[in-house]
Each structure stands twice: as C-alpha cells, then as structure tokens.
C-alpha cells in the first residue's frame, strides 16, 4: 500500500515554492522507478523552474533528492522524501569558445550536448553508454567517464565551473572572479571548513598515498578528495568535491566544462579470442597500439550479442564456447595519421591467437552496429532475463595487471552462488568491469548479501574501488570506509556536514552508518505481459518520447503497468482503481504510438503496441463493427470527411470550432477531433491511372484526399507525378486506390477486425498492380509507407517510400534549376524508422544551399488524428523545435507527411510542404 504524503511536508513545500507539487499517486510510482535495482516511492515529486525556484526550497529545509535522466544504476535517484525532476525545465546549452567549452544546464541529455557541439569539431570528454538517455546533471553527479575518456577526460578533469546552489539556498558561481571571496562572506564555515580539510589530507603522507592511488582508477566510490590534492581555492574545491557527490552536497545548476576533439575519422575492430584469460593476455600489446578505447565482452556477452540485429557474420557465425572479445577502436583526425595507426594494429594482430579474423574498418555503419551492440549490452542481457527477477549491473575496477585475475574471482562467485548467465563486460583498457546479476528478491536477500561481501573483498585485496562510474549511491555505501580506512572516511563525513549540516540533501546515499543499507529497498518486479516484463527500466526511450513533457514516458508506461499489477495482487483496490483511471489519459491517449521508444530500446520494445493493445480492449464489439465497415466503405468515409473540412472552412466565424468542442463534451476527447481555424480544407480524391508498362505503383496517400495542400503548393500527388514525368519514369495508380488505406487509423486505435479488413485488400490490390512483386510500390506519405510496408508483407510486394525512390531513380535525371537559400527539415518518425533519413537528405541538399535539421528535432505527435484528438500532445512534443526553427530564420520549411506538416505549421506559424513539392519547384 502506497503511504498518503506528510501533509506538513507539501504545506512547506507549497509555501515555499507554490504549485510545483505533483502527487498523485501515478506521478509518485512514475518517478519511484529508475535504472537501479532499488525502488522508493516519494512523498511528491517537484517540477521547479527555475534555479531560484530550488535555492527556495533548500531554504525550507525539507529532505530531498534530485533527479534527471533517471539512468544511474545505484539508487542515488530514488527517495522516499521529496524527489525534484531537474529534467523538465533545465535543458539549456550554450557553446562557448566556437566549442572550446559550453555551458549547460543539468536536465540537458549528453547525446544533444554533443549534437550542438558537432559543427565544431567537439565533444564532451565523458562518453557512457547511456549518452543517448543520461543528462548533464547526472554526468557531474556520477563523475562520468565511459569508453575512451578514462581519467583524463572525465566529468572532473574536464569540468571549468560550476554554479551550485548550497543547502541552506545560497547560489554560488565557481567561475566567477570573486568567488572565493563570496563564498567567505556568504558560507564562512564551510569555506574555513574546506581549507582545513585540505591542510589536514596534504599533511598526513598515507592520506596523499591513499588518494593518489584510488583516484589513478576510475574511482567514484565515495567523495572525491583528490580535489583536496589537486585544488588550493575553497570554490575551486567545492565545484569538484561536488562531481561525483550525487546531489548530496548541493544543486548543480549550469556547468561550465571543456570539450575535447571530436575526432571525424575512426577504425574499430572486433578480436574474438578463444578463452578470457587470452584476451587479457593480448592486453599490453595493445595497449602499446595506444587505442582510444579497449572494451571487454565475455562469453555470455558474446551469445547475447549474436542474438542482436545488428551482430555482423563473424559474430553469428562463432559457436561460443569459452571465448572472449575486445572490442577496439582507434580515433584520429586526418587519414594518414588512422592509416598508421592501422597499420601498426595490424602488425599486433598477426601476434594475438585469435578465434576469428580481425576485420579493422572505417565503415561507419559497420563501426555503428558494433557500438549499438556494446552500449546496449547490459539493457540486452537484463532483458533476456527470466520474468520476475530484478536485473543488477555492478560496476568496479583495479589496476590493469590485476585485470584477469578478477575476472577470475567473479566467474567462481557466479559459480558459488549460482548466478547463471551472469555476463562480464567492461573497459579493460582502464581495469573497469561491469558484470550483470540476475535476482529474485521477492523471495530472499541472503545469497545477494553474501555474493556482495566475497565480491567486494575481492576487490579491494587487488587494490581496487567497488565502484569506478556508476556512483557509491545506495548500493556501495555502506563500504566506503572499508575502502578508504577510518581517516579519509572521516574526512568524507566532515565534507558532508560542512556542506550540508541539515543533512537533508539525498538521505542515505554516498555515507551511511547503516551496514545493511543496500539490502534494503530493493525492486520487486512482478511478471505483467511480454513487453513490460522486457523492459529494465533504463530509460533509453525517455528523452525520443513526445509525451514525455506533457504525461508519461514508455518508461513510466511500462513501471505504472507493473505498479497496477503489484496492487491487484495484494488486493489493494483502491489503489488499482485509481492507477487505472489516471493511466487513461496519461498513458493510453496521449501515447503517440510513433514508436520512437523501439528506436532507442536495447530491447527493442515498442510500447506503442502495447498502447495499440490496450486501446483494443477498451473497445466494444459495435465499436469494432463500426470501423469494420469504415474499411469496407473507406473511399466514402474519406470523402465525407472531406467535405466536413470544406463546410468548416466555409462557415462563419468560431461555429466550427465552438461545434467541435461541445461535441467533445459530451462525446469525449477520444470520439471528436478538436476543429481550429488553422486547419486546411478537404483535399483532392485519388484516382487511378493506368499504365501498361509502368516502372513503379504509386498508391497516393488517402491524406491527400483528407487534406488540402499547404497555401501555395500543388501538394505531393501532384508534384511526385510530375517529377515522374519529367524523369521519364512510368507510374501506374491502382483501381479502386481511393479505398485504399495503409491500415494505420485502424492499428493505432486498436481496431483489429478493420485492420485486418483493410490488410486483405491491400495485400489484393497490390499484387495485383505490381504484376506480382514484378514493380515497387510507391507511398508518398513516411508513415503511410510503414503501414503499406506492413500490410504489403504477405504479397511479397516491394514497399518504397516516394522520397527514397526520389532520390534513387528520379533526381539524377532531373535538373536543379534552383535552390532555396536556406531550408527548416523536419525529418518525421516515421521516416527515422525506416532508414530514410540519408534519402531525405540528399532530396533536401539538391533544393536548398543550406539544410537545416533543429537539434531539438522529434515526432511532433500529430500522429494521425492524435494531433487532433489532443492537440496539447503536438503542442507539447513541438515547443522545443518551434524555438529552434524560429531561431533559424529559414526561407522555407518542409517534412514528408501531411499530418507533420499540419503539426509544425502549428507549432511554428509556419506553412510547412512536403520536400518533394519543393523539389518539383526547383526542377521545374
């Protein structure tokens, strides 16, 4: 049973910082899941602003926990006190220097930190498998390194400034001038605190001797006291106490960090080697090579990683046994200086004994499937894992000699303790480990507490940290002492109460007096259905996510899934019944069913079907007859339709609009479509072409019919014919195309009898026009090509989207006579699904002489009628890339679907076209 939130506690947090309190119980159990193994539920979950929002309610003194990206693995995420969502509203970023450095905000993802700094030449130093999920705020709180940055380039050697707000709501900036002469007069005892405790660690030779040691790994067990080496200036010592410090020690507002060399040119290698232990002998020769990045893939890694779609022919065709791989990579930024280094690999590699041979490529797709596959491995093998149990991903290191040895310490405690399929994966070439646990905490805790204890003095024996990136967070607290010893654990303690005297920031993580803290809160998860009991909760798809502002993430889908099943089964009703009802619209309606989430799952789970799915049980048997016969009628249907859009344009005034919403009252969002002035007029009916010897089937788009073109264009259907005709290309447009649907009105809303109404004459209609599979067909709409793809696959018909077969078989016979200046790109999710981005880009080259595609680019979640049924899902999902276009001042705006175009016109005050309309113009 949930617990009812303190009442005093919201009356201060209301006091404090009115209405950013959500504390319904979906917006609690939403946010009581992260990517670690533990699970607390808040009292409330805070959405500030703003950072004098924050510096308020640290004023208050009320317990709480930060959170962003929700992607840490050690608990230091979750609270059963306040939790405060830094996601929301502080994503800014600004480049610095021409990208020297940039200034960032922590609710930013590190994958469009990196976007923005591209055109320079530069990255961040940090580089984790979850770059494309994980946050600033995280990667300074965790000290994030990941594959290539080792200690070098990590968060704390790369880190400029910070600008901290304290515990008691004081905001300081490191980088300014005067900082440390605010800090003196604005927090007297702490930065007198921070000078003492610098004075004490450099006078006392063990503590320089334990520091030096420790932080040569890859070290973020406890505080980072090698700050107190490394810096003289209290502020100085603050901000990089603070990485790494999980939000115990104060708010990380904006950082100021350094960027490295974003190196354009790379060649990656897999070397399969026929047992572990051969693979860390191959290590210092290697290492020699001076590689940018050595990663570790054991045995069962190597099985979960054939399974994967992206796996190459070496890797499938490997019958694993014992083996073992390393994965490697050189980086460099110019082509002689990659093809020495190749050439000085090659010359290790004829010395390795090798299983398999050792292909070194420059292919960047090649390069890209073998990253897809590392960086997806733990949410890979965490996904395989049998239903109920919970998956745990540790993380330690020790020097590199002692490497092998510790690899051969874990695979006998897997075996003590039965932990079967445990995998062992890693950054060998800085002594780091990741293995994988699976568990069932549900039943006892014993064999966990105990395989923990052998494991962390196996560790420490090869003088090693227990955690080397992850963070202390709850999991390894209660063993900082024993790695550090009595004197710098007492320094960490003083660091704590210096900063926060109150203790209030992030209880019980990083220190902790209680030696049985990480058994405590552990995550249950219950069996529920296929797609959520796959999901580990990573958080992978948040930030491709348009609701993700608005309601729920696929995330929270999925952990409010198991969270309603929980419930049911201990008979809390109550419970179940509210979970249900606000899981309607929360989850249900505003669920964009783009399927992006699939796009960034390691597991590919598509929680748009599960959506699909359950919109399907909602729906009665008249219902499913009524769409039914939609598909036998749908020429009819989208005719009537037509001429509704024509007779609202044509009425006065607000009648259509004042129409729409009453209907909407009384019938439900989820029944009448939302009419507003901006909308267009019906379109044109679709209608066949015969052609004897066509070179291609274009099935037109039922949109077209739908909806009218953007103000001054001839709209897609016709400006695709024409480009045809110019290119000389031959296109035939079936009989009866005007009943012709690709299926997704029905599949998205659940309607299966009319899908699969729909499927059989598509399938019919389509073999028949392409002579059998003998011709492609041609969709001119991205996600309309999907759904044909779909419907098409029993036919064995050749789906192609208009802008690929653009792009292939029409623009090199067409002339460019001219160019726009400058062109805004909205590339579709649909379109991301299906590969076409390069097409589209390549059309869109030819038309303008600058192509710009916003960074905060995403499904704008029209989403067929979704965009209409809930326009504040596409207002939502468009705020941010409204703002960018805007900024970009382009002479023109394009996408690929009709639907997008009517969402980012919306959004931007805009007129959007589709890209193939401008291609027409400019060949004309």
């Known amino acids: 049973m949930i617990e009812t939130p303190d009442r005093a506690v919201l009356s201060a947090v209301e ?26 539920t808040p009292q409330a979950v805070l959405v500030p602003r703003d950072t004098g929002q924050v510096a308020a309610l640290l004023r208050a003194g009320l317990p709480l926990t930060f959170r962003s990206g929700g992607t840490s693995l050690s608990g230091q995420a979750v609270s059963g006190n306040l939790l405060v969502d830094t996601r929301r509203h502080f994503r800014s970023v600004e480049v610095l220097d021409d990208g020297a450095r940039v200034r960032v905000q922590p609710g930013a993802v590190l994958r469009q930190v990196n976007a923005r700094l591209a055109p320079y030449g530069r990255k961040l130093g940090p580089d984790p498998a979850s770059e494309s999920a994980c946050t600033i705020g995280g990667v300074v709180a965790n000290n994030s390194s990941g594959m290539t940055c080792g200690t070098h380039a990590n968060t704390y050697r790369t880190l400029e400034s910070l600008t901290l707000v304290l515990a008691g709501g ?95 040119l790379a060649a990656t290698v897999l070397l399969v080697f026929p047992t572990l232990r051969a693979a860390m002998d191959a290590m ?24 994967d779609p992206k796996a190459g022919d070496v890797l499938r065709a490997l019958t694993v046994e014992e083996h073992a791989a390393l994965l490697v990579e050189w980086q460099e930024a110019d082509t002689e200086a990659l093809a020495e280094r190749e050439r000085a690999a090659e010359r290790v590699f004829a010395d390795l004994r090798l299983a398999a041979p050792a292909r070194l490529s420059r292919d960047s797709a090649a390069r890209a499937a073998l990253w897809h596959i590392r960086k997806g491995l733990y949410a890979a093998v965490a996904g395989a894992r049998p239903s109920g149990t919970t998956a745990l991903l540790e993380d330690v290191a020790v020097p590199v000699p002692e490497l092998a040895g510790l690899c051969g310490d874990l695979t006998a405690l897997f075996a003590r303790y039965r932990y079967e399929d445990s995998v062992i994966f890693g950054h060998a070439k800085d002594g780091n480990l990741h293995f994988m646990l699976n568990e069932h905490f549900a039943t006892d805790v014993r064999r966990y507490a105990d ?83 796959r999901c580990v909760e990573c958080g992978y798809c948040e930030p491709v996510c348009p609701s993700r502002d608005l309601t729920t993430t696929p995330r929270q889908r999925i952990v409010l899934r198991r969270e309603l099943a929980a ?38 789970i598509n929680t748009g079907e599960l959506t699909k799915r359950l919109r399907a049980e909602r729906h009665g048997r008249l219902a499913q007859q009524g769409w039914k016969t939609a598909a036998r009628h749908w020429d009819g249907v989208t005719r009537a339709m037509n001429l509704a859009l024509d007779t609202a344009a044509a009425a006065p005034g607000r009648v259509p609009e004042a129409a729409s919403r009453a209907a909407r009252a009384v019938a439900g969002a989820e029944a009448v479509p939302q009419w507003t002035p901006d909308l267009p007029r019906g379109g044109r009916r679709r209608r066949p072409v015969r052609a004897a010897e066509a070179d291609a089937v274009y ?22 014919g024409r480009l045809a005709e110019r290119a000389g290309v031959r296109l035939r447009v079936p009989g009866g195309v005007a009943g012709l649907c690709c299926g997704t009105p029905w599949s998205s809303k659940g309607y299966t009898d009319g899908y699969a109404a729909m499927r059989r004459r598509v399938a019919a209609a389509l073999a028949e026009a392409t002579d059998k599979g003998r011709i492609p067909v041609v969709s001119d709409a991205a996600s309309c090509t999907e759904g044909f793809d779909r419907l098409a696959q029993a036919a064995e018909v050749e789906v192609v989207d208009a802008v690929a077969f653009t792009a292939e078989r ?82 023109a705006h394009a996408s690929v679907n009709r639907t997008c175009e009517i969402g980012l016109a919306r959004a931007t005050g805009r007129p959007y076209r589709h890209l193939l309309e401008l291609l027409e113009e400019a060949t004309a």
């Not at 950013?20 to 009581?32: F, H, K, P, Q």
């Not at 962390?456 to 024993?482: C, I, S």
């Not at 926060?500 to 990083?510: A, K, M, Q, S």
């Not at 965009?867 to 999902?877: M, Q, R």
């Open 15 to 40: 006091a404090a910082v009115p209405g950013i309190a959500r504390t319904r119980v979906s917006d609690r159990l939403g946010m009581a899941h992260d990517a670690s193994h533990y699970l607390l």
């Open 810 to 891: 029409l623009l090199p016979r067409l002339t460019v006579r001219r160019r726009l200046p400058s062109l805004a790109l909205h590339p579709t999710c649909s379109a991301t699904r299906l590969g076409l981005d390069p097409a589209i880009a390549v059309v869109a080259e030819a038309v303008a002489e600058r192509v710009v595609v916003p960074d905060d680019w995403q499904c704008c979640a029209f989403a067929g009628d979704r965009g209409l049924l809930h326009p504040e899902l596409t207002a939502s999902a468009t705020r941010a890339e409204a703002a960018s276009v805007a900024a970009a001042g382009c002479a």
């Open 170 to 264: 004081t905001v300081l900036d490191t980088g300014a001038p005067d900082a440390d002469a605010r800090l003196r007069a604005l927090e007297p005892d702490l930065a007198a605190g921070l000078e003492r405790l610098r004075d004490r660690v450099r006078a006392d030779p063990d503590s320089v001797r334990r520091i030096t040691a420790q932080f040569s790994l890859k070290n973020t067990m406890g505080y980072g006291l090698n700050s107190l080496l490394d810096h003289d200036s209290p502020a100085q010592i603050l901000a990089h106490l603070a990485v790494g410090s999980e939000g115990t020690l104060g708010f990380v507002a904006e950082a100021v960090l350094r960027t490295v060399p974003a190196h354009p």
């Open 284 to 307: 210092p020769r290697l290492v020699e090579a001076e590689p940018a990045a050595v990663e570790l893939l054991d045995a069962e890694s190597l099985r979960v990683a054939q399974a």
């Open 451 to 533: 395989f923990t204890e052998d494991m962390v003095a196996a560790v420490l024996d090869r003088g090693g940290t227990l955690k080397a990136e992850h963070g202390t967070g709850r999991v390894m607290a209660p063993f900082v002492r024993r790695q550090y010893g009595d004197e710098l654990y007492e320094v960490m303690r003083e660091v704590k109460r210096l900063c926060d005297p109150g203790g209030t920031l992030n209880p019980g993580v990083v220190l902790t007096d209680d030696p049985r803290a990480h058994l405590r809160d552990l995550k249950v998860s219950p069996a529920v259905e296929p797609e959520v009991d």
């Open 699 to 720: 099935v037109p788009s039922c949109l077209n019919t739908l909806f009218a073109p953007a103000e001054g264009g001839p709209g897609v259907m016709a400006a695709f």
């Open 567 to 604: 419930a049911q089964a201990a008979g809390d009703h109550a419970l179940a019944r509210r979970l249900e009802e606000e899981y309607g619209y929360d989850a249900v309606d505003t669920c964009a069913v783009d399927g992006m989430c699939a796009t960034a799952c390691p597991v590919q």
